[in-house]
């Protein structure tokens, strides 16, 4: 059948999403087209349309884990929409303490349902190194530093994010007042870390340890690891007035 120029009603074979809705129609139980069709949904950034089809696709499926993830996945992106949405409206208006505390009340609600998820995800797959990482950094975002740093210490095997759990597992010793065990992980983080590829990684690698050299004592080293910070961003935070201060010093 063939539409007039303007019409809205797509024919077969015009609009992708269309010829799928109308094969789910057909058969409202077929999870695979439900899941084509979510799929669809999800390019088009259509997040409540996906969600609501695969919530279909897991009842037809009898509850499969691989489509309950991707339902899982679907859900972190509205929730972490929802906190952009929050944190703009109190952007427009900074004095609304109403819109603060949304903004702050459904980013720990996205933060206790990824750890919720990547917890389970963790379990069910314990050789996945990225699974940890990613579970880790959110650890740390709740200030759990020994929770942290166990999961840390296996992503580190990981090529893709070795560089990364070195500083992180620096971080999450530094802040446990391990700070010797901090410097060593930073130190072993420096040759995975380029700034050509990880820009903001290296400069934060480097000015982490010049923080931490401060408050070890050695000024020397404290000087060198700001310099390289500076060498690839002058301005960044506060490296020059902690440089001149031990130079002045």
Request: hydrophobic share 35%.
């Amino acid at each position: 059948m063939l539409f007039r120029s303007g019409d809205k009603t797509s024919g077969p074979g015009q609009d992708p999403i269309a010829d799928m809705e109308r094969a789910v129609r057909k058969d409202p139980t077929n999870k695979d087209n439900l899941l084509k069709l979510a799929d669809l949904y999800r390019r088009e950034a259509r997040l409540e349309d996906a969600e609501a089809s695969l919530q279909k696709a897991l009842e037809a499926s009898g509850g499969n884990i691989n489509i309950r993830e991707v339902l899982e996945d679907v859900q972190l992106e509205l929730m972490a929409k929802a906190v952009t949405i929050a944190k703009e409206q109190f952007r427009a208006t900074p004095t609304d303490e109403v819109k603060k505390q949304r903004a702050v009340a459904l980013a720990a609600e996205l933060l206790n349902r990824e750890v919720e998820i990547f917890s389970a995800r963790t379990e069910r797959y314990p050789q996945d190194m990225r699974l940890k990482f990613e579970l880790a950094s959110r650890f740390m975002k709740q200030q759990k530093w020994q929770t942290a740093i166990p999961l840390l210490q296996q992503s580190r095997s990981d090529p893709r994010v070795k560089g990364e759990s070195l500083v992180n597992l620096g971080k999450c010793f530094a802040y446990d007042k391990k700070a010797q065990l901090a410097r060593r992980q930073f130190e072993a983080a420096i040759p995975e870390i380029h700034h050509d590829s990880q820009p903001d990684l290296y400069k934060d690698l480097f000015y982490s340890l010049g923080r931490l050299c401060e408050e070890l004592q050695d000024k020397q080293a404290a000087e060198e690891y700001y310099q390289k910070v500076l060498e690839v961003d002058y301005a960044y935070r506060d490296a020059v007035k902690r440089l001149d201060a031990l130079q002045g010093a």
